[in-house]
């Protein structure tokens, strides 16, 4: 083990799977090596073993859990955990997604009386009381 803290050694290793993960998958790499590399074999099913980050960390986390664990069903989760962190972390370097609310179209009446959730109380400040929601209310608690 590279320290006696199990959770600071899988920290370390699944840093280190998303690294080489990257590197290999996305990155030139030094000289160039990586990427002549992805293009001399990308054209065949072992050029896409380096272009895709999840099969490559997948890979890559099994190596490192080979070293890591001691039976087969710790370098099988091992495997695994190492690998999904690496794909985590790669999702949190990619650009966020960006939700924005969508526009209400014009015909959509703000406050329509059939709908108590639409509804708006008619002084229109905030916390006063909707004098309209009281009897939907009691028309529910009698039926």
Known sequence: ??????????????????????????????????????ALVGGHAVGELFTCFQCLSLWIGAGLALLAGSTWKEITLLTLALSGAACLLNRMGSEPLVLQPLPLAKSEPLGDPEYE???????????????????????RRSS
């Open 117 to 139: 959730l639409l509804r708006q109380s008619h002084s229109g400040g905030y916390g006063d009381y909707d004098q309209g929601y009281e009897p939907a209310l009691r028309r």
């Open 1 to 38: 083990m590279l320290t006696d803290n199990p959770i600071l050694t899988f920290v370390i290793a699944a840093l280190a799977v998303w690294r080489v993960s990257h590197l290999i998958a996305q990155e030139e790499g030094p000289f160039h090596l990586f990427g002549r590399w992805r």
